[in-house]
């Protein structure tokens, strides 16, 4: 539908290129992404078990980022799938950080804390913030000062920022 075959022709396809999801995490193993997860991390408090956080380890940080609700995965294959399914950048490597549990809820400073993580410990150019879901009056699952602050300091370190926003039709 995009013609992305179009732009590997000309030589475009993420060669060289890293790209921070921040988001619930990614399934390493899944085959369209094998090989792809360069670097990954944890910062989720939102436990679904009421206790400890909602990393891998139970814990409110983690060295792992495996993906318990889809979504990352879903959005990392988008960018760098490169097995039955192809992404736009199939030849760009992913770095991960698990900020929502296995039911998508986010906390807004776990999201800082990503975004910080993604420009400060991996060699990512872009960070792709895929976040949100229906209407959300008080706008504080994807808005937060700390967040702000995060992608602007990622912004002037010359990171390109893709915050996607407006699911079901809400902005």
């Not at 495996?66 to 990352?72: C, E, M, R, V, W």
């Not at 490597?93 to 986010?106: E, F, H, L, Y």
């Not at 975004?115 to 706008?139: E, F, M, Q, V, Y």
Request: aromatic fraction near 4%.
């Amino acid at each position: 539908l995009i013609n992305v075959d179009d732009v590997w022709n000309l030589g475009f396809n993420g060669s060289g290129v890293t790209v921070c999801v921040v988001d619930s995490g990614v399934n390493a193993s899944h085959p369209d992404l094998a090989g792809k997860v360069v670097a990954q991390k944890c910062f989720c408090t939102i436990s679904n078990y009421g206790s400890g956080g909602c990393c891998p380890n139970n814990a409110a940080q983690d060295s792992s980022a495996s993906d318990d609700n889809g979504h990352g995965t879903h959005v990392a294959g988008i960018v760098a799938a490169n097995g039955n399914i192809k992404g736009v950048a199939k030849a760009s490597s992913i770095a991960t950080v698990k900020v929502c549990n296995s039911s998508g809820s986010c906390d807004p400073a776990d999201v800082a804390n990503g975004i910080s993580w993604c420009r400060t410990s991996t060699n990512a150019s872009i960070i792709s913030i895929s976040l949100g879901s229906g209407k959300h009056d008080d706008h504080s699952e994807c808005d937060s000062e700390a967040q702000g602050q995060e992608i602007n300091v990622a912004f002037k370190q010359g990171m390109f920022v893709a915050a996607a926003s407006g699911n079901d039709g809400y902005i």
